[in-house]
């Protein structure tokens, strides 16, 4: 009686920012992940609505996007190393800056208080100031004009590339065998 072993297999989501997509592009990414030992089990492609409806930008940057829009600067996990960080760059104590509702916004109260203002101009803006990183997917920059600290204020235009009318994002599955392509390999060398 034969033994058969089953690798063990590992799949990976790749995808082709809106920027990048085009045919030329997914050829050479599905031409690339072959060379590299990864056979593409599936494809399609997402569009700007899809993406925009199921919320999956906001999803796939989740911290990210739930700091810049959906929690408040006072709900925000800051530990003491990274609030004196924003004290020593902006002069103020995290905690009551925090909550004041007036001296740091996330980006949607910002866009509300200002909303003539394009998500590409406060992303101009903000990173024109001093910026601070409070935790992992989180930086505040200060708005020299308005005055007012803003928490992920990148965000607004980082997510529009995603979900702008006509855009779309390729996507892939890609499956590999973990002995001759291990998950470190496939992350450090191939994507």
Known sequence: R????????????VFIKPHA????????????????????????VLTAEAIGAK??????????????????PSELLVGDKNKAAFK?????????????????LNLADFRA??????????EKRWRAGKTVKLAPG????????EKVMVINGFYGSMREKF????????????????ASVPWSKSRTEII
Not at 31 to 40: I, S
Request: glycine share 8%; charged share 20%; net charge negative.
């Open 138 to 145: 989180t930086y505040v920059s200060l708005l020299e004009e």
């Open 163 to 178: 979900v702008a009318p006509g855009v779309s994002v390729a996507w892939m599955v890609a499956e590999f065998d973990e």
């Open 88 to 104: 020593e760059a902006f002069g103020a104590d995290w905690d009551g800056a925090a909550a004041d509702g007036a001296t740091v």
């Open 55 to 72: 919320g999956i930008i906001d999803d796939h940057y989740a911290a990210l996007a739930a700091n810049a829009v959906k929690l408040k």
């Open 21 to 44: 997509v085009n045919d030329k592009v997914v050829a050479l990414a599905k031409d690339f992940l072959g060379a590299a030992g990864c056979a593409v089990v599936g494809e399609g």
């Open 2 to 13: 034969a033994l058969h072993v089953l690798a063990a297999m590992n799949t990976a989501l």
């Open 113 to 122: 208080k200002y909303p003539a203002m394009s998500v590409l101009e406060i």
